[in-house]
């Protein structure tokens, strides 16, 4: 049984920066691929970045692109969202997930594994 646990979040000003963790427990592979996914309340929960540990490969939403660094860790299991230039609308929960496979996918629903969030509030 995989699980994920995020850290990392907090109450930030615009312009500001935060890097958010994900480690995961369990048994996992490098070539799954992991992924920062955010959801506001009454929304969709939106992709935000994905990894695949193996290689390095990378997906970012748009609206994150120059702005947000999906990296893996030293570690084995871990995984980091680096947010740099904060902006209001980067409020909400975030949430680490794990694909058991080995494309990446940017669906919420393709994911298998689910930490439990890490809120970001970022202040005006």
């Known amino acids: 049984q995989v699980q994920l646990v995020e850290s990392g979040g907090g109450v930030v000003q615009a312009g500001a920066s935060l890097r958010l963790s994900c480690a995961a427990s369990?048994?996992?592979?490098?070539?799954?691929?992991m992924a920062w996914f955010r959801q506001a309340p009454e929304k969709a929960r939106e992709f935000v970045a994905a990894?695949?540990?193996?290689?390095?490969?990378?997906v970012y939403e748009d609206s994150v692109k120059g702005r947000f660094t999906i990296s893996r860790g030293n570690a084995e299991n871990t995984m980091y969202l680096q947010m740099n230039i904060l902006k209001p609308e980067d409020t909400t929960e975030y949430y680490c997930?794990?694909?058991?496979?080995?494309?990446?996918?940017?669906?919420?629903?393709?994911?298998?594994?689910w930490g439990q969030g890490t809120q970001v509030t970022v202040a005006s």
């Open positions: 997930a794990l694909l058991k496979d080995m494309q990446i996918e940017t669906q919420a629903a393709q994911y298998d594994c």
């Open positions: 990894i695949r540990r193996s290689d390095g490969s990378t």
């Open positions: 369990g048994t996992t592979f490098t070539a799954w691929p």
